[in-house]
C-alpha cells in the first residue's frame, strides 16, 4: 500500500492560515499540526501558573498564555507555549505583534497525546532559542514538574519535582514558583 505524501506548507501560507482559523495549529517542518482542545484541569493548572508568575514578575517581566505565538528562528517553526514569560525588549516574529521570539521562560502542561511532543520535539526546537532559560513540562495527571534550565555553559540540567512541597526557582526571571500553587484546586484520583 502507497502512502500518500503531505503537501509541504510555506511559513508564510501557515501564517495566513493559522491567523484565519477558529482553532490553532502548530507549524513544523512545512506541516501545520492541530492544538487538541484543553481540559478544565489544563486550563486550572495554566491559570494558576500565569497567575502566580504574574505576581512574582510584576512590572518585571510580561507573562503570557496559550494565545501568543511562539517563532523558533532557527529552526522555522511556530508553536503556542501553554505560558511564554518574556523581559527586557520583546521581539516580535513579525508586524502583527501576534508572534514572539524571545522569551525567558517556556511552559507546558502535558496531555495524553502531547507529552511526548512535549519533552521531544518541541524541546528540541526550544533549546535553540538563545534567550531560552528555563523550560517545565507540568504533568495534568499527577503531581510532577520537569523542569529543564540552561547552564553558563550552554548544557541543560533536568530537576524533578513530585511533591506539592516543593519551591522552583527561576532565577532568570528572579521568581519561585510553589509547586502547590501549580495545582491549588486539583483533584486527583486515587485510583
Known amino acids: 500500500m502507497a502512502t500518500q505524501a503531505l503537501r509541504y506548507i510555506s511559513p508564510e501560507e501557515y501564517l495566513t492560515l493559522d491567523r484565519a482559523a477558529e482553532q490553532r495549529s502548530e507549524y513544523v517542518n512545512g506541516q501545520l499540526y492541530s492544538m487538541a482542545g484543553g481540559t478544565r484541569r489544563h486550563s486550572r493548572i495554566c491559570v494558576n501558573t500565569i497567575t502566580e508568575l504574574s505576581a512574582a514578575t510584576r512590572d518585571r517581566f510580561a507573562v503570557y498564555s496559550n494565545d501568543l505565538r511562539l517563532f523558533v528562528e532557527k529552526t ?76 553558563p555553559d550552554g548544557a541543560w540540567l533536568f530537576r524533578e519535582y513530585a511533591s506539592p512541597d516543593f519551591v522552583i526557582a527561576l532565577p532568570s526571571i528572579g521568581a519561585e514558583l510553589n509547586v502547590s500553587s501549580i495545582y491549588r484546586d486539583i483533584e486527583f484520583s486515587s485510583t
Do not use: M, W
Request: charged content about 20%; hydrophobic content about 30%; aromatic content about 12%.
Open 76 to 151: 522555522g517553526a511556530y508553536f503556542y507555549p501553554d505560558v511564554l514569560v518574556t523581559c527586557g525588549p520583546e521581539r516580535a516574529g513579525n508586524d502583527l505583534q501576534d508572534t514572539i521570539t524571545n522569551p525567558q521562560v517556556l511552559i507546558e502542561v502535558t496531555s495524553k497525546s502531547s507529552e511526548t511532543y512535549d519533552r521531544g520535539t518541541k524541546f528540541h526546537h526550544y533549546r535553540t532559542i538563545p534567550s531560552l532559560c528555563d523550560y517545565l513540562i507540568i504533568d495534568q495527571f499527577r503531581v510532577l514538574v520537569e523542569h529543564y534550565s540552561r547552564q
